[in-house]
């Protein structure tokens, strides 16, 4: 499966933006998917993930901000994000646990001005 990844850009800090992962296939049978992101200079960080049921699971300092979801229909996984701040700044990475090793999106950019 590949996963095509969408929806960053630049916005004010208290913005929103609506990111995208868009499986080649199929996702029903992915048991997890989720984001993590990179910032400049920084290591990566995980973001949330959705279980195949639809259970969530976030990193703390975004769950209060951050809505991770999926649709089956459509293939794809979303994650909404409010009240942006400029930390918030990294490249977005979508990816999901299939057999064998953790696949990865090619990852969208956000940009939060301050």
């Known amino acids: 499966v590949q996963l095509q990844a969408s929806g960053g850009g630049l916005v004010q800090a208290g913005g929103s933006l609506r990111l995208s992962c868009a499986a080649s296939?199929?996702?029903?049978?992915?048991?997890?998917m989720g984001w993590y992101r990179q910032a400049p200079e920084k290591q990566g960080e995980y973001v949330a993930l959705?279980?195949?049921?639809?259970?969530?699971n976030y990193a703390d300092s975004m769950k209060a901000r951050f809505t991770i979801s999926r649709d089956n229909t459509k293939n794809t996984v979303f994650l909404q994000m409010n009240s942006l701040k400029p930390e918030d700044t990294a490249v977005y990475y979508c990816?999901?646990?299939?057999?064998?090793?953790?696949?990865w999106g090619q990852g969208t950019q956000v940009t939060v001005s301050s």
């Open positions: 296939r199929s996702i029903g049978t992915i048991n997890v």
């Open positions: 990816f999901a646990d299939v057999f064998g090793p953790r696949l």
């Open positions: 959705v279980l195949r049921g639809g259970s969530t």
